[in-house]
């Protein structure tokens, strides 16, 4: 399966811990996106890189959280200090360059549960 | 801001019942649109977009939308569901010069067989 791959599928944590994700595009995909998804509500954007560079954050992308991508392939997502209210899907998906509409791949996602 | 609504959040058919999904976006300039799928226990899967040309978009498994300018909508219509369309649809929208779309907050389809 040559898709987007997220690990771990499931985190639960205690409040206060730290945790990481991680996201591997498709391979020849440039762009890679970051989300959160609470039940019934769609995907919030988080943040976006493009290569390497993080181009774009959102406002809910709170001091506690921090995400990279040192070589432009996968990308890690940190959350420092967990809260209840960061319990949530999170998902990353990726895309290409060049393709007018900008059409993203989406990974299966990391449920996290903050207890 | 853009917005993207979505009226219908839980709709119920029986099967061969058509199909017709709103969605409103609140961006006044050129804009992408999405429609996305997510089967249950899978992840989000394009079910068909448009970025420019024929209003009317052809997507997979016989779903087809229409872009209305003027009415700042995208809608998402099936003639005859089957059971197996059983999923959670979500509408999304980036404006022209955006990677970034934003999404909708889905509607819960149940087909009953």
């Known amino acids: 399966d040559t898709g987007v791959s997220q690990n771990p599928r499931h985190k639960i944590t205690k409040r206060g811990q730290n945790v990481t994700f991680r996201c591997d595009p498709i391979?020849?995909?440039?762009?890679l996106y970051w989300y959160r998804q609470t039940l019934g509500q769609g995907p919030e954007f988080l943040t976006y890189f493009q290569n390497e560079a993080q181009l774009e954050k959102s406002r809910l992308l709170s001091d506690r959280f921090s995400a990279e991508r040192p070589k432009g392939s996968f990308s890690t997502l940190e959350i420092q200090r967990t809260e209840q209210g960061d319990s949530a899907m999170y998902l990353c998906?990726?895309?290409?360059?060049?393709?007018?509409?900008?059409?993203?791949?989406f990974g299966p996602g990391t449920r996290l549960t903050v207890t | 801001a853009q917005s993207v609504s979505q009226h219908n959040h839980h709709v119920i058919l029986s099967e061969a019942a058509s199909l017709e999904l709103g969605c409103n976006y609140s961006y006044g300039g050129t804009v992408n649109l999405f429609w996305y799928v997510q089967y249950p226990g899978q992840h989000l899967q394009l079910l068909l977009k448009y970025f420019s040309g024929d209003p009317l978009v052809k997507g997979i498994k016989g779903f087809e939308a229409e872009f209305i300018k003027s009415k700042f909508s995208f809608n998402l219509r099936k003639p005859s569901v089957q059971w197996s369309d059983t999923a959670e649809y979500f509408c999304a929208v980036s404006s022209g010069g955006s990677y970034i779309p934003t999404f909708g907050r889905g509607t819960s389809l149940i087909v009953h067989p």
């Open positions: 998906a990726s895309s290409l360059s060049g393709q007018g509409s900008n059409e993203q791949y």
């Open positions: 391979s020849e995909h440039n762009r």
